[in-house]
């Protein structure tokens, strides 16, 4: 741990490392909502109070050459957008966002805090940099933990129509290289998707989760939170996912487990169902 300080609980507190702090509270997540707060104070401000507006593209913006940016966009302070791009009508690209080489962000489409590579494709309405859905449980009801991190979308990378990406809390929310998410996908904050992905529509991924190189994501698919996805592997639609999935194989069900395992399961409880209903007929028969 390379924290100067750190919150506990009175119990854990005897495994603080050397040379680390042991804050001890009752609520150690909600002691630190509390200071990121103090600290970040305007953190969620989608407008700073008392400020005056600015034109639709700020004087601090950089756009490449050839950039195209249809009417009724909007760029925020210090927006750097590479040579080659497309910028859809009112499009929103907040504060400090960057953008590469040859990329096309759709209509009404929003980014915020977030690094977008070269070549890639946002469709339109999709919305990316937002707060992660993160809350501490008090007796006075749930207290809001500051979301500090940042998108990070690597090149080749499409996101589909109405798609939601996170900003993460701490750390950053990654999408690998190549990744491609198909419409009406969500994406939590934390969570690291490698490279060359396929996410079909209507994926919901939970946050803090780690997604290796090369998976495949069936439709409508809920993976919970914390939870890894070794390289490889392929879910099928419909899908559950509450544990960790080895890479390199094929899983289905919910929970999901083994494809195979799942298939002969689903086989086993429809031959009893068969079974019962034929002796059900049967008995109705003699009757």
Same mark, same amino acid.
Do not use: M
């Given at each position: 741990?390379?924290?100067?300080?750190?919150?506990v609980?009175?119990a854990l507190?005897?495994f +603080?490392?050397?040379?680390?702090?042991?804050?001890v509270?009752?609520?150690?997540a909600?002691?630190f909502? #509390?200071l990121a707060?103090?600290l970040y104070?305007?953190v969620?401000y989608?407008?700073?109070?008392?400020r005056?507006?600015?034109r639709l593209?700020?004087d601090s913006v950089?756009?490449g050459a =050839?950039?195209?940016?249809?009417?009724?966009?909007f760029?925020g302070?210090?927006?750097?957008i590479?040579s080659?791009?497309i910028?859809g009508s009112?499009?929103v690209?907040?504060?400090?966002?960057?953008i590469?080489?040859?990329t096309s962000?759709g209509?009404? +489409?929003?980014?915020?805090?977030?690094l977008?590579?070269?070549?890639? $494709?946002?469709?339109a309405?999709?919305?990316?940099g937002q =707060?992660?859905?993160?809350f501490?449980?008090?007796t006075?009801?749930?207290?809001? $933990?500051?979301?500090?991190?940042?998108?990070?979308?690597q090149d080749?990378?499409? $996101?589909?129509?109405n798609v939601? $990406? =996170?900003?993460g809390?701490l750390?950053?929310?990654i999408?690998?290289e190549?990744?491609k998410?198909d419409?009406l996908?969500?994406i939590?904050?934390?969570?690291?998707?490698g490279r060359?992905?396929?996410?079909?529509?209507?994926?919901g991924?939970s946050?803090?989760?780690?997604?290796?190189?090369?998976v495949?994501?069936g439709g409508?698919?809920?993976?919970?939170?914390h939870?890894?996805i070794g390289q490889?592997?392929y879910?099928?639609?419909?899908?559950g996912?509450?544990?960790l999935l080895e890479g390199?194989k094929v899983?289905?069900g919910?929970?999901?487990?083994?494809?195979e395992?799942w298939?002969?399961?689903?086989?086993?409880?429809?031959?009893?169902a #068969?079974g019962?209903?034929?002796?059900?007929e049967?008995?109705?028969?003699?009757?």
């Open positions: 741990c390379r924290a100067g300080a750190v919150f609980s009175e507190a005897k +603080a490392p050397p040379g680390c702090v042991a804050l509270c009752r609520q150690p909600l002691a909502a #509390k707060t103090a104070p305007k969620g989608f407008w700073p109070a008392g005056e507006p600015l593209i700020a950089r756009v =050839d950039t195209v940016v249809a009417p009724g966009a760029l302070e210090n927006v750097e590479g080659g791009c910028i009112c499009a690209i907040g504060r400090g966002v960057r590469g080489r040859g962000i209509a009404h +489409a929003s980014i915020s805090h977030a977008v590579g070269d070549r890639c $494709i946002v469709h309405g999709a919305r990316i =707060d992660g859905f993160g501490v449980g008090t006075e009801g749930h207290y809001k $933990i500051p979301q500090l991190g940042r998108v990070i979308i080749d990378v499409e $996101i589909g129509a939601t $990406i =996170d900003r809390a750390a950053d929310t999408i690998g190549g990744t998410i419409n996908v969500q939590g904050h934390n969570t690291r998707i060359r992905c396929i996410i079909v529509s209507q994926v991924i946050g803090s989760c780690d997604i290796g190189d090369f495949v994501i409508q698919t809920g993976v919970a939170d939870v890894n490889g592997a879910v099928a639609a419909k899908s996912v509450s544990r390199g899983y289905g919910f929970p999901a487990r083994p494809i395992q298939r002969r399961e689903v086989g086993v409880v429809s031959r009893l #068969k019962k209903q034929g002796k059900n049967r008995s109705g028969s003699q009757d």
